[in-house]
């Protein structure tokens, strides 16, 4: 499959364990954000989203956090598995108009057996 | 598989040349998104079409043009290739009402050698 971010940060987790991805949005006005995961050779994925008025969001063993004091963004997933190996990068809608999302560089998944 | 086609899968091609890159949405979307992803720059959005008309700009350089047919495909033409083009080029669609809820295609691998 393609790479993708070859020299992106990984983080390395124990099957079953719990896993946090962090990501840090750079706009204060940004009003939405949404988790991605991309696993190799394939387009990235909508996991989870969250307005900006909201601090937290749980999903099917997902959840985000948005933290806009520190414009700060996790994404926790619950007893990891190993079809959870991916990239996950957050995405931040900056504008009012359209949907000009930009992305953050993303962090590579490792479930470990 | 979300639902959306790209192709072709991989392209190779010189500098200085010329390409298409073609993308067929859901069934029922109307808006189609171009992303460039490259290993230095991330995912970057590039343009957006929505009912055969462009509704936002991003990243875009004024080498590349888009343009959204009346069956609602879309083609990406990037022109004057130069080596920093190569990259990873997805198309995405989304729902009409629901427009942050993007499918992303497969991808298209540009190598311009």
């Known amino acids: 499959g393609e790479s993708v971010g070859l020299h992106l940060p990984t983080l390395s987790v124990q099957e079953g364990d719990n896993s946090i991805i962090n990501c840090a949005y750079s706009n204060s006005a940004s009003d939405y954000f949404i988790w991605y995961k991309q696993e190799s050779g394939k387009g990235p994925q909508f996991i989870i989203d969250?307005?900006?008025?909201?601090d937290k969001r749980q999903g099917q063993r997902v959840t985000v956090l948005l933290n806009k004091t520190v414009k700060h963004l996790s994404l926790q997933i619950a007893a990891t598995q190993p079809g959870d190996s991916a990239v996950y990068f957050c995405?931040?809608?900056?504008?009012?108009?359209?949907?000009?999302?930009?992305f953050g560089p993303g962090t590579r998944l490792s479930v470990l057996p | 598989d979300s639902g959306v086609t790209q192709t072709p899968k991989h392209l190779i091609t010189a500098t200085g040349q010329r390409v298409t890159l073609r993308c067929s949405p859901r069934s029922g979307d109307l808006s189609v998104y171009w992303y460039q992803q490259s290993l230095d720059q991330g995912l970057q959005f590039l343009i957006q079409y929505y009912n055969g008309e462009e509704r936002a700009k991003g990243n875009i350089l004024e080498r590349f043009s888009a343009q959204q047919f009346p069956d609602l495909h879309s083609e990406l033409n990037l022109s004057s290739l130069e080596l920093g083009d190569s990259a990873l080029y997805f198309c995405?669609?989304?729902?009409?009402?629901?427009?942050?809820?993007?499918?992303f295609g497969p991808g298209t691998r540009l190598t311009v050698t």
């Open positions: 995405a931040e809608k900056e504008d009012n108009y359209g949907q000009n999302f930009v």
């Open positions: 995405a669609s989304s729902p009409t009402g629901t427009p942050y809820e993007q499918y």
């Open positions: 969250i307005r900006s008025n909201m």
